[in-house]
């Protein structure tokens, strides 16, 4: 998998792994794809790869996919980083939040933030020194799935349940009504189904 530029190993110690099958390597990948889109707006050859998937699975999530792809089509990455800008950054503060700490406290780096790296600690983790977002920023969780997506499904559990469940869906449903989503507006969606299906895959899991 890419080495993530959100995230690194302690002491260059990387999590002992285990085998991924297929499943686990496109959850991986999906993480991937979701920490870069909520870390920095897409690039042209983002968009144009989305544009040019051929989608027959008619599930929720292909559905939601195809939207996606249908959208890449019709616009441009200087307009696809307006609305990033809008949405997330803004002159003050963007129009949605994209921080565990304000939907769990109303604040902005609070204890989910010490939390957070606490458990990265103990999983040999750390925030990339290029990073400059802090830990709770959705795509910064986002880069720690990936990575722990060759963990046991235990940790992933924990980890998720403790961090990212408790808010995602109430940041997601700002995001997909939020004034300036539109390209957004359908990440948010097809985020949300994978959401349920980690869920309910995590359900399964005695931690």
């Known amino acids: 998998m890419p080495k993530s530029i959100l995230i ?65 089509r019709l616009v441009s990455a200087p307009l696809v980083k307006q609305e990033f800008d809008a949405l997330f950054t803004g002159l003050t503060r963007g129009e949605v939040m994209p921080y565990g700490s304000y939907y769990l406290t109303g604040f902005l780096y609070e204890k989910p933030v010490a939390d957070i790296r606490t458990d990265m600690a103990k999983l040999g983790l750390k925030r990339a020194e290029t990073c400059q977002e802090p830990e709770d920023h959705f795509a910064v969780l986002c880069a720690i799935m990936a990575h722990l997506v060759s963990a046991s499904l235990d940790q992933q559990k924990i980890f998720f349940e403790a961090h990212i469940q408790p808010w995602v869906n109430q940041f997601l449903d700002d995001l997909e009504t939020a004034p300036s989503a539109q390209f957004y507006k359908n990440i948010a969606e097809l985020t949300k189904i994978f959401i349920v299906l980690e869920i309910k895959s995590f359900d399964l899991v005695t931690a």
């Open 8 to 72: 690194q190993p302690i002491q260059n110690s990387p999590l002992p792994s285990e085998t991924l099958d297929e499943i686990d390597q496109h959850r991986g990948e999906f993480y991937q794809f979701l920490a870069s889109l909520f870390f920095k707006p897409p690039t042209q050859t983002q968009l144009d790869f989305l544009a040019s998937l051929n989608i027959t699975d008619d599930s929720l999530f292909g559905t939601a996919l195809k939207k996606i792809s249908d959208q890449a």
